[in-house]
Nanobody
Framework: QVQLVESGGGRAQPGGSLTLSCAASGVPFNDNAMSWARQGPGKGVEWVAGIYSDGSGPHYSDSAQGRFTISRDVAKSTLTLQMDSLTPEDTALYFC??????????????WGQGTLVTVSS
């Protein structure tokens, strides 16, 4: 059974930073593309960033580009999202997700319960 557990969320001030982590189990981590997505208050699910199984081709949404960095540690089966220059618009529940085989990075097979990020003064 696929299990994805996010951590690292919390409160940050505008301009601050947070690092999110996702621990994966029951997943062929080395063979699976993965993404981060989020859902803010009153909004639908928004894809944030994705990375392929071999760590190649990191891609980001327009809002994340230049501020967020996605990476994966195969040995530890973990996915990380480093978030810098945070703004209140980044406030959301952040989810780690596996990507449908052969599909684009924004099409998910499984996702975790999420970790809450709140950006405010």
């Amino acid at each position: 059974q696929v299990q994805l557990v996010e951590s690292g969320g919390g409160r940050a001030q505008p301009g601050g930073s947070l690092t999110l982590s996702c621990a994966a189990s029951g997943v062929p981590f080395n063979d699976n593309a993965m993404s981060w997505a989020r859902q803010g208050p009153g909004k639908g699910v928004e894809w944030v960033a994705g990375i392929y199984s071999d760590g190649s081709g990191p891609h980001y949404s327009d809002s994340a580009q230049g501020r967020f960095t996605i990476s994966r540690d195969v040995a530890k089966s973990t996915l990380t999202l480093q978030m810098d220059s945070l703004t209140p618009e980044d406030t959301a529940l952040y989810f780690c997700a596996t990507v449908r085989p052969g599909g684009p990075l924004y099409e998910f097979d499984n996702w975790g319960q999420g970790t809450l990020v709140t950006v405010s003064s």
